[in-house]
Structure formats: C-alpha cells, structure tokens
C-alpha cells in the first residue's frame, strides 16, 4: 500500500483519520513545461511517496533548482518537449518562463511585454507520447499552453488510453501562434473517453488605464485557464479499484475536489463512499445516535 499524506507541514492535505486509501504504486504523471514543478507545494507532494514526475523543462528554467534535486521518483528533461517527435525551434525570452516552441504574437493589450521578448532561437528536441517506453500508464498528464497541445495529445492515443486526469492550459485570448483552443481540446477529449469538467487558476485581463493611478482595480476579461478533464462515466464504470483510489487520490490532495472523490468510491462500493464522507466530516457515522449532517465545501482553485 502507497505511504500517502505524511508532511505534517500541509495539513489540509493529511490522510483523513478512519479512512485507507488502499492504492498500489505510484501515480506517474507528466508534466510538460513545469506546470506542477512550479508550484510552491511540490516537493510536499513528492514528500507524500506517492507520485513519480516526469517533468519537460525546455527553457531550461528548472535545470538548476536545488530543491529538485534529489528528489525520489523525479526526472526532469531540459531542452526537450514533449510534441510531434520531430526537432523544432525554442524561442528563448526576457524572461525563461516564457520561452515557447510557438512563434510570440505581438499583441498590444499584453502586460509585461518586455519579458516575452525573443532574444534568442535553439533547435529543441521533440518526444511524441506514443514513442515513450517503459512507462505502463501515464496518469495525469498537465500541458500549458506554450507548445503545440494538439500535436501533443495526437501523438499520444495510445499512450493516453488509460490516463485518469488531463489538465491543459487553454488560451482564450492566443499569445503565440498555433496554440490548441478549447474547441480542438475538447475535440479530441471526447473522442478518447474524457469529458471537461472544469476550469482552474483562471487569468484575466483589464481594460482600466495603466498609466495612471487608480482608486481600485478590476478585470474581467478571461484570458486563460486551466481545463480540467475527467474519464467518462463509461470509462469510470469500467475501471478497476486502484485506478479509482488513485484518481480519486489527486482529487483529494491536490485539488481538494471532494465532492468528486465521493462519486468516485461510489464505482467502488457504497461502503468506501461512505467511509470517505464520514472520514471526510460531511455526515456523521450511521448509527442509533446520530441522523446524516451534509455540509457544503467548495474550492474553486488549486495551488494558491
């Protein structure tokens, strides 16, 4: 049995007293631009010894980090994406973070111009999904949005069939040509057992001035999010115990859906649903004493 849930420094992430997760192996995910390596939480999430990151760093922004190194169950692959296979271009920017393998639109409304500059162009290789061995599933897969995400995931049917959890950084206002939409996205989810269930850490952007000092702020136009995409009923239906404790095991720690996680141990057995809602603190345990308390939790975004 996976050891989950042992940082005491994250306690909203703790194993729910009462309850075992019961989930054999490691979760493998990828991770294509550091979305995940970025967070300010992941060496808690390595600390769990639950997960093993394969992680494409193709700027180069990670490669020095020394709270990655060492890390149990962590690769990291500088200079490298994932994609068609075939060896492509990095436009290297002002600032790494934003350094892409898609041609930077110019566009007037975006803040912070100067550090999207290229400055620089290196050939970059190329790994297609289908083409990694040794892997026997990918779990989760994140992408953002600054390579071409509809060469990724069509280069991956096989790779991907039996992936739990697919989150993509959807662009609704492009910064660089050929990135994949929302429609091309859900497109090919459909076609291969995913359905979208929600958007995360959503960026807006303001029409108020910049040149001037203001009394208040707002923002209201959407200009990227999160997409996060879930196996359909179907697919649901048809998986085996611990494919569904590991899913229902990100959900859980990571993004704190729980009202989800519920849905996911009732494919289980009404008895592992209701372990993880009294565990959980949404009802009490059934008994003579007691009636069921549901309580309402949301969380509209990860990480912080």
Not at 159 to 171: D, E, G, K, S, Y
Not at 231 to 251: C, G, S
């Amino acid at each position: 049995m996976s050891q989950v849930l042992t940082n005491a420094e994250d306690k909203e992430a703790q194993e729910v007293e009462g309850f075992q997760w019961d989930m054999r192996g490691r979760i493998v995910i990828m991770d294509n631009g550091c979305n995940l390596v970025g967070r300010k939480l992941f060496t808690t999430y390595m600390g769990w010894n639950s997960f093993a990151v394969i992680a494409f760093d193709p700027g180069n922004v990670y490669v020095e980090d020394e709270s990655l190194k060492g890390l149990d169950e962590f690769q990291l692959f500088p200079q490298a994406t994932l994609g068609s296979g075939q060896a492509g271009t990095l436009y290297h920017c002002l600032d790494a973070n934003y350094s892409t393998t898609l041609l930077p639109m110019e566009n007037a409304w975006q803040k912070q111009k100067s550090t999207r500059q290229v400055i620089a162009k290196t050939p970059v290789s190329s790994v297609a999904l289908d083409h990694i061995e040794g892997l026997p599933n990918i779990e989760w897969l994140l992408l953002d949005d600054r390579h071409d995400n509809v060469a990724i995931l069509e280069h991956g049917n096989r790779a991907l069939a039996n992936t739990l959890l697919v989150q993509v950084r959807i662009p609704f206002r492009p910064t660089h040509h050929g990135q994949g939409d929302i429609a091309q996205i859900s497109h090919w989810m459909a076609r291969h057992g995913f359905r979208f269930y929600c958007f995360q850490n959503s960026a807006f952007h303001s029409h108020l001035p910049t040149e001037r000092t203001l009394e208040k702020v707002q923002a209201t136009e959407l200009l990227s999010a999160d997409a996060l995409f879930v196996p359909t009923d179907e697919r649901l239906a048809a998986m085996d115990v611990n494919q569904l404790t590991k899913l229902a095991f990100i959900l859980h720690s990571v993004y704190k859906f729980y009202d989800l996680c519920y849905e996911i141990f009732t494919y289980i057995d009404a008895k592992k649903s209701e372990s993880y809602l009294v565990a959980q603190g949404y009802v009490w345990p059934v008994d003579e004493s007691h009636e069921f308390k549901m309580t309402c939790d949301y969380s509209p975004d990860i990480w912080g």
